[in-house]
């Protein structure tokens, strides 16, 4: 488990690349209060939706009810597809609809920026559809190779999902802020995509018994989610303000809220791989018996928490033991804090939801990865807050 865990999470590295992009691109997330905000929002949603198909789909191969393959594959194969772009749009919709709360309460914005945030939520994540052909592929790749996909998947595709969706992010506020009305034209097309798609999927879906179990049990936890990432973008808000301009620390936050993430869910992930199989028992007690797994993802996690940072101070040309001693002890204050929430959370999750005979998957990953980042987040602020 220390080995699969600890490679899934070399994938976490390249969350560098995003950071450092963000790093350098500072300038336009400053154009207007909720570029910064809704950063961690874009991100968080597509790990949330990311995490839905993983869990499910991971699930699925074990028990055989899909095939890993993308053509002749069974109906439920394609029911989940079909969920996850409309749990995309409607997911968009609520984020812009409640950041304009959190907007007008903490970030400075009026109900004018609506159709700017709406837009501009709808087209990236539209682009971001991509990923879910990326994670699939990757599910039916890992399976034929006989690796666990709940170990390997999740934390591979996560990474990869933060790299584009934040190359994604920034290229719509380019086109938003700089482009002009071509620019805005473009994003609004952009954005006609998922609805184009949403307007075909539902006329054949609407009395698919399978497809509703999917959006009824995911949407509570998609509005969860909406609130959650917009408390982690205005805890983001904070944290640009305490890091004052330090670009080691933008260059290493998408990699440690995607790393907590990808640690918390292989813990989550596999335990409701173990419920469905009945070799874990449905009850919190059981946590000493999924013991080995946690204790594998949180020395994981350590070595590679230590990684990033040292990575991060050696991008940005910062190399020195002052700065060495300062961000690794701000990271591990982050990582104990967070980790430990994470993982009773996640934990706690798939036993209730498995108890009340609800499918954990829907559960699990969706609200485990929303609030890994969130939790991650708040972390790391505290840690800022302590030893700055």
């Known amino acids: 488990m220390f080995k699969e865990t600890a ?3 070399l994938f976490d590295i390249g969350g560098l690349i995003a950071g450092f992009t963000i790093a350098l691109q500072l300038g336009v997330f400053q154009l207007s ?13 597509k790990g949330v939706i990311t995490g839905l198909l993983t869990g499910r789909l991971s699930t699925a191969l074990h028990l055989g009810t899909v095939y890993p393959r993308f053509f002749g594959n069974t109906k439920s194969f394609y029911k989940l597809i079909g969920a996850m772009v409309v749990l995309t749009l409607a997911t968009s919709a609520t984020i812009s609809a409640i950041a304009i709360v959190f907007g007008t309460l903490f970030w400075g914005i009026t109900i004018a920026d609506f159709p700017a945030i709406l837009t501009v939520m709808v087209a990236t994540l539209s682009l971001g559809l991509l990923i879910t052909l990326i994670t699939v592929k990757v599910a039916f790749v890992s399976f034929k190779k006989s690796l666990d996909p709940d170990t390997i998947v999740y934390p591979a595709i996560s990474t990869v999902a933060d790299i584009i969706i934040t ?16 620019g805005k034209w473009a994003i609004i097309i952009f954005g006609l995509i998922n609805v184009f798609l949403v307007l075909i999927i539902l006329p054949r879906n609407l009395r ?3 497809f509703l179990k999917i959006i009824k049990e995911s ?3 998609m509005l969860l989610v909406a609130f959650m990432v917009n408390i982690t973008g205005t805890v983001l808000k904070g944290i640009s303000n305490l890091a004052d301009g330090r670009r080691e620390i933008y260059t290493v936050y998408p990699a440690i809220i995607d790393m907590m993430g990808d640690v918390g869910l292989v813990v989550g992930s596999a335990a ?3 419920l469905a199989l009945g070799v874990l028992a449905p009850s919190f007690s059981s946590i000493k018996n999924h013991a080995k797994n946690i204790f594998s993802a949180w020395t994981a996690s350590l070595v590679m928490f230590a990684v990033l940072g040292l990575l991060s101070l050696a991008i940005n040309g910062m190399f020195s033991l002052q700065g060495i001693s300062s961000l690794l002890l701000i990271l591990f204050v982050s990582n104990v804090i967070a980790f430990t929430v994470i993982v009773l959370l996640s ?9 009340r005979g609800l499918d954990p998957d829907n559960f699990v990953l969706p609200i485990g990865s929303s609030l890994a980042d969130s939790i991650t987040t708040i972390a790391l602020f505290v840690a800022l807050l302590l030893i700055i």
């Open 33 to 45: 209060p909720w570029a910064i905000a809704l950063y961690p929002a874009v991100v968080s949603v």
């Open 272 to 274: 409701t791989t173990k």
């Open 7 to 9: 490679l899934a999470c």
């Open 347 to 355: 934990y706690g999750i798939a036993i209730l939801t498995f108890k």
């Open 167 to 182: 190359f994604l992010y920034i290229g719509v506020l380019n086109l938003y802020f700089s482009g002009g009305p071509v």
């Open 208 to 210: 698919e018994t399978e």
């Open 219 to 221: 949407l509570p936890t």
